[in-house]
T-cell receptor, first 114, second 111 residues
Framework: GAGVSQSPRYKVAKRGQDVALRCDPISGHVSLFWYQQALGQGPEFLTYFQNEAQLDKSGLPSDRFFAERPEGSVSTLKIQRTQQEDSAVYLC????????????FGSGTRLTVV | RKEVEQDPGPFNVPEGATVAFNCTYSNSASQSFFWYRQDCRKEPKLLMSVYSSGNEDGRFTAQLNRASQYISLLIRDSKLSDSATYLCVVNGGGSQGNLIFGKGTKLSVKP
């Protein structure tokens, strides 16, 4: 596609519910990143894939967060047993190669946990 | 100390003003540097890459000082449409590293 596509655009989850957020990167982009952005803050790194390999997951805040990219294209970020502090915008970005030349973000998924 | 620190905002300036944003970073191994722009409730978008020699794109000038680990962005003749949050961004080190974002500085340009 022309850009990075994320779905859903908005998600309201009850506390304790599991959620799955989808990212469809720009076609051919090898690198895929997930970020979490809380209100009034800059994006915080969560995890990074190169093709299907998860090279860095150091930013995942707890073991409730899990990301996968099984075929090296579409990625899913899953949050189990959501908590109120998980409320944020989740941004996906992709690039040809890592972050050296910058990357392109999707519109994000705004998650609200009630 | 946060890895990327920016001027606290907000900056409220009149149209036509010149405004400068400053940023410092802690990882001396960082190799690439950017300014991103983020409009309210939108995703960040790449504004400029920052090169060692400094670079200019129309009304925007970016400077990098590796010795001081300092990055700046200058906006001349500011427009109402420049109102946004400006994010200082540094790569985490190496050619494959993730990007690290500052908290951002909000700019409001008033008529």
């Amino acid at each position: 596609g022309a850009g990075v596509s994320q779905s859903p655009r908005y998600k309201v989850a009850k506390r304790g519910q599991d959620v799955a957020l989808r990212c469809d990167p720009i076609s051919g982009h090898v690198s895929l990143f997930w970020y979490q952005q809380a209100l009034g803050q800059g994006p915080e790194f969560l995890t990074y894939f190169q093709n299907e390999a998860q090279l860095d997951k150091s930013g995942l805040p707890s073991d409730r967060f899990f990301a996968e990219r099984p075929e090296g294209s579409v990625s899913t970020l899953k949050i189990q047993r959501t908590q109120q502090e998980d409320s944020a915008v989740y941004l996906c970005a992709s690039s040809w190669q890592g972050g050296y030349y910058g990357y392109t973000f999707g519109s994000g998924t705004r998650l609200t946990v009630v | 100390r946060k890895e990327v620190e920016q001027d606290p905002g907000p900056f409220n300036v009149p149209e036509g003003a010149t405004v400068a944003f400053n940023c410092t970073y802690s990882n001396s191994a960082s190799q690439s540097f950017f300014w991103y722009r983020q409009d309210c409730r939108k995703e960040p978008k790449l504004l400029m890459s920052v090169y060692s020699s400094g670079n200019e794109d129309g009304r925007f000038t970016a400077q990098l000082n590796r010795a001081s680990q300092y990055i700046s962005l200058l906006i001349r003749d500011s427009k109402l449409s420049d109102s946004a949050t400006y994010l200082c961004v540094v790569n985490g080190g190496g050619s494959q590293g993730n990007l690290i974002f500052g908290k951002g500085t909000k700019l409001s340009v008033k008529p």
